[in-house]
C-alpha cells in the first residue's frame, strides 16, 4: 500500500557555488570524490540540505483506497447510529457498548482495507483541506456512487468559530484539531465540528424564540420545538431546518477529536491542558442539548396553548445556553468546567490552545 509522502525532496541538480573558477577537469574530479565519499559515509549530499520539505500529499491510488474506506466507515456510522436512536439503546450502558463496538468495527474494517484509524484520519484531513485533493476524492466517490459531482466553487469565508488549517500545529495532532476547527468530511458543509456545533445551536435557540411569539398558538409552539429537536439531534425528528447533523453529534465531535489529540505523543502540555477544558465544555453542551429535547417533547405534549406556553420560556433558556453556557455558582463568571461551560467556552479554550502552540 502506498503511504503519504513525508520525505523531504532531494534536487540533484542544484548548482555549487565557488569563489574561484575550476578547470572542468577538476571540477569533474571533485565531483566524483564527493559523491564517492557521501555513497561510503552516508552523508547528505548538501544539494539536499536545507531543501525545503514538500506538503503532504496522496497518490491518485491512495485517493481511491480512501474513497473505499469512506464508504465502510460511512456505512458503520449510519447503521450504529440508527441503532443508538433506538428506544430499547437509550441507557448509557448500550449507549457506551455500541460506541465500543462501532470502533470495533471501524478499526477491523480499514485494517481489511491495509489502513491503520491514524492513517485513515491523517489522509480525511489531506483531502478536506486541498482543494486537487478534494476534487480527486469527489470524482472517485461520483464514479463509485453514481451521486452527481460536486460544483467548483470558490472557496467560502471561514464559518464562525472555524480555523484556517495553515494555523494548526504540525502531525496527527493538527490533525485531530483540524477536525474541530476546520474541516471535517461528514459534516454537511464539510466545516469542522465546533462550526457544525454552533450551526446547529442558533438555529435551535432561533426556532425557540419563534415559539415564544406566538404563546396563544398551539400548533406553532409544537412546530417549533420539533425544529429545535432535529436541530440538536435529527435522529429524533428527521425534518427540519438545521443542518441535519445535529448539535449533540458535532460536540460529540468536538470532545472526542480534541481528545485524540491530548492522546497523541508529540501533543504539548498546553494541548492536554486545554484539550480537557475544550472537551468538558463541548459535553456539557450536550447535556443542555438533552434538556432541551425534553422541554421541547413536554411541549409537543401539552394539549393546551396555556401548558405549552408555560414550558416555553425554559427551551428559551436552555438554547441559549448551549452557546453561553450558565453562571451555575453565581460567581460572576461562566467557567469551563462544574456544567457551566458550553460551545462559547470550548470555542474560547480552543483559541487559548492554538495560541499556545508554535506555528510548523
Avoid: Y
Avoid at 478499526?107 to 491514524?118: P, Q, R, V, Y
Amino acid at each position: 500500500m502506498g503511504r503519504v509522502n513525508d520525505a523531504s525532496s532531494f534536487d540533484s541538480n542544484h548548482p555549487d557555488t565557488m569563489a574561484h573558477p575550476v578547470r572542468p577537469s577538476t571540477l569533474l574530479a571533485l565531483t566524483l570524490t564527493a559523491s564517492l565519499a557521501s555513497l561510503s559515509t552516508g552523508a547528505t549530499p548538501l544539494a539536499a540540505q536545507g531543501a525545503p520539505s514538500p506538503a503532504p500529499t496522496l497518490t491518485l491510488a491512495e485517493v481511491r483506497m480512501l474513497v473505499e474506506a469512506h464508504l465502510v466507515v460511512s456505512a458503520i456510522h449510519d447503521s450504529s447510529d440508527n441503532k443508538a436512536a433506538q428506544q430499547k439503546n437509550k441507557t448509557k450502558e448500550a449507549q457506551l457498548e455500541l460506541q465500543q463496538k462501532k470502533r470495533e468495527m471501524i478499526t477491523e474494517a480499514l485494517a481489511k482495507k491495509g489502513m491503520a484509524d491514524s492513517v485513515f484520519s491523517k489522509r480525511r484531513f489531506l483531502v478536506s483541506s486541498n482543494a486537487t485533493l478534494r476534487a480527486q476524492f469527489d470524482s472517485i466517490l461520483a464514479d463509485v456512487t453514481g451521486a452527481p459531482l460536486p460544483g467548483v466553487v470558490a472557496a467560502a469565508p471561514l464559518a464562525p468559530g472555524a480555523v484556517a488549517a495553515s494555523s494548526l500545529p504540525p502531525g496527527l495532532v493538527g490533525t485531530h484539531l483540524g477536525h474541530v476547527v476546520s474541516s471535517f468530511m461528514d459534516t454537511p458543509d464539510k466545516s469542522g465540528f465546533l462550526p457544525m456545533a454552533l450551526a446547529e445551536a442558533k438555529i435551535a435557540a432561533q426556532h425557540a424564540a419563534f415559539a415564544m411569539r406566538t404563546p396563544d398558538n398551539l400548533a406553532s409552539m409544537q412546530t417549533h420545538a420539533g425544529h429545535v429537536i432535529h436541530a440538536i439531534d435529527p435522529t429524533q425528528a428527521p425534518s427540519g431546518p438545521g443542518k441535519g447533523f445535529g448539535l449533540k453529534r458535532a460536540a460529540g465531535g468536538i470532545a472526542q477529536h480534541v481528545e485524540l489529540a491530548a492522546k497523541e505523543p508529540a501533543a504539548s502540555a498546553n494541548v492536554k491542558s486545554h484539550a480537557v477544558h475544550v472537551a468538558t465544555a463541548a459535553r456539557s453542551a450536550m447535556s443542555r442539548g438533552d434538556q432541551a429535547i425534553a422541554i421541547a417533547k413536554q411541549i409537543q405534549a401539552a394539549t393546551t396553548a396555556a401548558a405549552a406556553a408555560s414550558l416555553v420560556s425554559q427551551l428559551v433558556s436552555l438554547c441559549e445556553q448551549l452557546i453561553a453556557g450558565s453562571d451555575n455558582n453565581a460567581d460572576g463568571r461562566i467557567g469551563w468546567g462544574d456544567g457551566e461551560g458550553a460551545l462559547q467556552q470550548a470555542q474560547d479554550h480552543m483559541g487559548l490552545l492554538l495560541a499556545g502552540e508554535k506555528k510548523p
